[in-house]
Nanobody, 114 residues
């Protein structure tokens, strides 16, 4: 059974940065395309960024140029570096397999507020 453990969220001022981490166990991580998703209150969960096994990446338009997804196959961990954060980035952030998610982890809350 796959386990996803997200961490690194918190409260940050607009313009600040955070780095999220997601430890993945129980899967063939090296060949799995992974994504970061987010869900704000009252809104549907959306894909923020994704990275393939060969480290090609794609981003939602709203975060292009500000967020960077990366992965460490030895540590079976995927990261999301978030810079120039905006209040509209406030959401619970989740990692999961890209396009065909497993069961969801607990997520990590990101709050951008002055």
């Amino acid at each position: 059974q796959v386990q996803l453990v997200e961490s690194g969220g918190g409260l940050v001022q607009p313009g600040g940065s955070l780095r999220l981490s997601c430890a993945v166990s129980g899967s063939i991580f090296r060949i799995t395309a992974m994504g970061w998703y987010r869900q704000a209150p009252g809104r549907e969960r959306e894909l923020v960024a994704a990275i393939t096994s060969d480290e090609s990446s794609t981003y939602a338009e709203s975060v292009k140029g500000r967020f960077t997804i990366s992965r460490d196959n030895d540590k079976e961990t995927v990261y999301l570096q978030m810079n120039s954060l905006k209040p509209e980035d406030t959401a619970a952030y989740y990692c999961n397999r890209w396009a065909t998610p497993w069961s969801w982890g607990q997520g990590t809350q990101v709050t951008v507020s002055a």
